[in-house]
């Protein structure tokens, strides 16, 4: 397009149409005017990107996941189709994969074997696995191709979903990994109201796009909510809590086999809401339990957002815990992203570009030289303590600790860089391998060649308000 | 909460759905009108309710562009329907060969002036044709952004094609004028 050589973006031309007069005139004139059944269609194609758009939070957290771990879980399997090399397909998918980013639950158990596939243009779905309680379905599944289909961590199959022959508006996340070129292994979380009336529901998957290839898969199968429902606990503490720009109640606390979630609810203080930052912009709860160890994070701050009626519906999903804690302390934070934007993907697999407020945290690094301990600092938050990097079977391994505020969520910020600046691929997210020693870690890295010099480095979190004076206790007592 | 003619952009910056369908039902006559002007006959039905779609989303999307103070929505909208036809046009057009090239009379002499003005600073860009003579300004901004022949131009403003001609270079001289020292600089 000419207008391209003008270097203006599309948002520029529009402001410079408020110039011109084009009258209705110095158009042909149309036979007859639009049916009202064609504006109904055309409203409820809007509608449908409109509330595609609300999507956009989960998006936001694979920026944040970046902003914190500095690789979001969506690029990195992208990057490294090597590290999944030891994925075995035998095992439960969406234990496998929650296993490798220290997502611990017992996902196996509870898993409803499926395997049912199906095959269209030399792409193979089949769906593994699935799981469910009242407000989640996770499925496992696995996409084979003759043809190396790329980033499919982002195609995602919930919006191809139904659940009782209905379409709903839900959020999630989903992750996965190639096994080799033509496999891909993934699993997805699907939030959303399960339905009440029964234990069982159906759900159809009318898929027509894989990653871009068009095709037709469909499958339909039952999933089971029953056994997880039965084997968690729930409570009702019914908290209000005061944040600066929102009203929120704690609405449900439930702590099942699989994960722990709270699930709140609230209204914006500001009028003038454009987004769900400016409605529930605290939305990085840090938990810790009763004996202050800080609850392993899975996905915070997603939800539904209307900016209407200036109401909002958010859940914080934490990894399973040992036990049940009498109490959970929460510190709200808000963070923003040092790694901007994204796209939101309406119905139609529509990309729009998000862009949002971001603020660069200052990195903070030291050369590996061998001697160790090696202390980095993290600003106000806190430190990391390296006690030990050992490079054997092909894999590097981090040993170290933090000290501070919030253990975990500073443990996740631990990287490293070769002489070029360029970043090692993770292996193996953060863990926490000894429950006795809450605040000690490893991390896996691609092993590291002890003829080059290499960088380890985190961030001072100058990008995160963590807010001390807004932390709270949810009891839980029945 | 009632959508009226004063509300419906203040409630589409804050993203009210029913401020777009109040759009839509309002402004689709004129939307499909100025879509099927440009994207006539040869194009079918589907895409035609496929672009005035994509003018809706945009007009949702790129709310803060419009200038309450010296924009008018209806000409607004109307330029924003003829820009996306001919993008979607363009688009299509690619994978169409049925179609007549001189029906597609979108390249034109600005090549050479092109390369001067084709420069990193959007911004600086924008101030640039904003600081145009209004007349010109409107004259630059339908040929180079809305693709108008300039005998059309010429005819709505009531004026030879010489002159349209001639302000045309005027602009043109008057960006390379602005974005000569600046291009320098980033040299």
Redesign the interface.
Known sequence: MINKDFNLEEKDVYKLFNDIKLEESEFDEMKEEISSIQKERIKKSLNKKIKGQKNFKILRYGSIAAAIGLVSIIGIGTASPAFAQNIPILSSITQTLNDKFGFYGDYAEYSQIINKGVTDNGVTLTINEVLADDSKLIIGYTIKSDKKIEDLQVAGLSRFLKINGKMYGSNGSSTGDYVDDYTYVGTEEIHTKIPQSSQTFKIDLDVYDIGGVQGKWNIAFSASKDELVKKSEIFKPNIKIDLPDSNATIDKVVFSPIDTSIFISGNGKNANTKGPNDMFGYDYWIAFDDKGVELIPKGLGGGTFDTNKNIFSSEMEYVKTKGIPKYLTIVPCKIIPSAGGGVSTDKDGKETPITIETRKSKEISKVIDGVYPIELSQGNMGKLIIKEIKTENNRTTVKYATEGKAPYFQAQDVLIKDDQGKNIIIKDYVKRNDSEKPNEFTKVFEALDPNRKYTIYTNDFSNVEFREDLKFRINLNK | MNIDENNFIEQI??????A??FV??NY???V???V??VLNSSFDCKYV?EC??DV???V???I????YE???F???I???A??KAI?YK?KHFKQRTDECIDDYN???E?NVE??I??????KE??IA??GMK?ED??IF??R????EGIENIAK?FGVDRNLVDKRLSRGRKFLKEKLIPLKGEIL
């Open positions: 910056k804050r993203k009210n759905a029913k777009l369908e839509v039902d689709s006559n004129l499909f009108k100025v099927r002007t309710e005035v779609n809706f989303w945009s949702w999307n790129n803060e562009g419009f200038d010296k924009g008018n209806k000409y607004w109307t330029a924003i003829k820009y993008d363009r979108l390249q034109d600005l092109n390369t003005i084709s420069m990193e600073n959007r860009l924008l044709i904003n209004l300004k409107e901004i339908r180079y952004f809305l693709y709505t």
